[in-house]
């Protein structure tokens, strides 16, 4: 029987949209790393103008 992570090994991130932190999912496995809202929902109502790479609230 194969073992999942815990719950509480999962990497987290802050959704970029309502700020919620949200855990990773299997279906980010691939881009985890470009993953930047927590749902689908979320990802529609950012403005088109935030959806640049160069995103203001990844910079230090
Ligand atoms: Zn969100």
Do not use: I
Not at 2 to 23: E, S, V, W, Y
Not at 33 to 52: I, N
């Amino acid at each position: 029987m194969p073992r999942a992570p815990a719950k509480a090994d999962l990497p987290t991130k802050t959704c970029a949209h309502c700020g919620r932190p949200f855990a990773w999912r299997k279906k980010w496995s691939r881009d985890w790393e470009q993953v930047r809202y927590c749902s689908d929902a979320c990802r529609r109502k950012v403005p088109a103008l935030a959806k640049r790479e160069d995103e203001p609230w990844q910079r230090s």
